[in-house]
């Protein structure tokens, strides 16, 4: 796929997107964790990756030496008038303080877990439908006949658009996540009809406002002023970006531990009250989620000479597995009773949509358990992983056991 | 005993109030809030400290 060198050696040419990587990090990070605890890189344009969970959690609420102006690894950087700080294209996420604040205060009710509460019912039928129509098969996909529709699914209906745009909307979601390393350029082309049809979206909702976060978005105001468009724009193509395959990761990651695990699986069936720790275990063992900060200014940190733009890979997934923090780190757990995990992030940009993951992933493993109570994996080596800053299994291929 | 919620580290990772509901409530935008006095009882005072160990942001405190 890439004619990039291999990585010989992660703590001075790390690379998320080597082979090696993509196969099995967790190997890689026990390593550098014990020689290296801040890995470098030369590969696009320079960076570091701390791999503990004191460096993790150390840059993720420093927002003084590193802004969020992209926090998507790529080989150029954002020119700063392409994304000024502290709004950025996508805000919250790409914001620094103090906007950040305001920006992520708009969100936060739409996704509280009150509002969170009022969809699970929604979110349940779906799960339901989309077990109704893999039917009694003894071999299933579960990756892309059920995880992959899932988080898909929610974000149409929180944004309000009309179910018989599935295609289309699954169409953008392809474009937005897939092309995140392409040049500028051929964003911007990529973007247009996806900045159409959100354009259309926004005026229907103008004219026929209803109870979606389209309409709250356009509605809620800042200071007696409403958003401006780009902003609405900007934060629905957020939800795209940040709710689809996070949430899709953890639901088929959690299901390929359980295919993996029969011993799991069957506590989790005899046990439902254990779900929500389950959950919380699933979170931190096969956290889906990396982010990235920029450096602002040439400084030493972490006892490293950090340059202007140098990249931070900031690796929730990594600090989850430092045995410092937690006992038996590399084993999973599935009644783990204390577990600080960082699935979500730490700090100001804690994930604004966690509430709504959380329902999402909990209510997908119990429909999935609840109809298939035995299942195994018919196909080990066909299984695949995502590439990139969003880990999760993709091809799931199983064997429902009667 | 009683526990209390820092606002300012409070990021609303939102694990007090899923462990324990009964100590803990939510604001609109989803941050932890302690319900009532924060006076804890024998019968509470283990899930208090369980939520406690669960917080990422090490945001809740059990004082004397
Ligand atoms: C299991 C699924 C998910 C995981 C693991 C996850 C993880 C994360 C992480 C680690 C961050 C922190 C970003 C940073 O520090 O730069 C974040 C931010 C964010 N996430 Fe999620 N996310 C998930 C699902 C969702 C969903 C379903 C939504 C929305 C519907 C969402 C919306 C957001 C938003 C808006 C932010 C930015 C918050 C801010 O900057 O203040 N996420 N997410
Ligand atoms: S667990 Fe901690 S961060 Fe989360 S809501 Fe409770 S106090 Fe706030």
């Known amino acids: 796929m890439t004619d990039k060198p291999l990585v010989q050696d992660f703590a001075s040419d790390w690379d998320h997107t080597d082979p090696k990587w993509v196969a099995d990090p967790y190997p890689i990070w026990e390593d550098l964790r014990k020689r290296c605890p801040v890995a470098h890189t030369d590969r696009y344009g320079g960076g570091w990756f701390p791999v503990t969970h004191a460096g993790v959690s150390a840059v993720a609420k420093d927002t003084e030496h590193f802004t969020s102006r992209t926090v998507v690894i790529g080989n150029g950087r954002p020119g700063e008038e392409d994304m000024p700080a502290p709004i950025g294209v996508a805000p919250p996420i790409s914001s620094d303080p103090p906007f950040h604040a305001i920006a992520r205060r708009i969100m936060l009710p739409a996704l509280s877990p009150a509002a969170v509460n009022a969809l699970e019912p929604q979110i349940r039928a779906l799960c339901v439908e989309l077990l109704d129509k893999i039917g009694d098969r003894e071999l299933i996909n579960a990756g892309s006949e059920y995880s992959q529709f899932i988080s898909v699914g929610v974000i149409k209906q929180l944004l309000g658009f009309p179910p018989d745009d599935e295609d289309l909307f699954r169409e953008f979601v392809h474009i937005v996540l897939e092309g995140v390393d392409h040049p500028q350029e051929q964003r911007i082309e990529e973007f247009e009809p996806i900045e159409a049809y959100f354009t259309k979206q926004i005026e229907d909702h103008q004219e026929n406002p209803r109870d979606d976060l389209t309409s709250y978005l356009l509605n809620v105001e800042i200071e007696g002023q409403k958003l401006a468009p780009e902003h609405v724009f900007g934060t629905m193509v957020l939800t795209l970006i940040a709710g689809i395959d996070t949430t899709w990761s953890a639901i088929a990651s959690s299901l390929w531990h359980l295919s993996t695990h029969p011993d799991d699986l069957a506590r989790l069936v005899n046990e439902p009250d254990l779900m929500p720790v389950a959950i919380e275990e699933f979170l931190r063992y096969y956290a889906p989620v990396t982010m990235a900060r920029l450096v602002k200014e040439d400084m030493q940190y972490l006892g490293c000479p950090m340059k202007k733009d140098d990249w931070i890979l900031l690796g929730f997934p990594a600090a989850n597995r430092d045995p410092s923090v937690f006992p038996d780190a590399g084993k999973f757990i599935i009644d783990r009773a204390e577990n600080r995990h960082l699935a979500f992030g730490l700090g100001i940009h804690r994930c604004a949509g966690s509430n709504l993951a959380r329902t999402e992933l909990r209510v997908a493993v119990e429909e999935f358990i609840k109809r298939f109570p035995r299942f195994e994996l018919s196909d080990p080596g066909a299984v695949t992983w995502s590439i990139g800053q969003v880990r999760g299994a993709r091809n799931l291929p199983f064997r429902i056991l009667k | ?64």
Do not use: W, Y
């Not at chain 2, 899923?18 to 809030?33: E, K, R, T, W």
């Not at chain 2, 006076?39 to 942001?57: K, V």
């Open chain 2, 1 to 64: 005993m009683k526990v209390r919620i820092d606002a300012d580290l409070c990021q609303g990772q939102g694990r007090c109030f899923s462990i324990a509901p009964n100590i803990f409530g939510f604001d609109d935008l989803g941050n932890g809030v302690v319900l009532g006095d924060g006076e804890l009882t024998d019968e509470t005072i283990e899930s208090a400290r369980l939520a406690q160990s669960n917080c990422p942001e090490h945001a809740i405190f059990i004082e004397e």
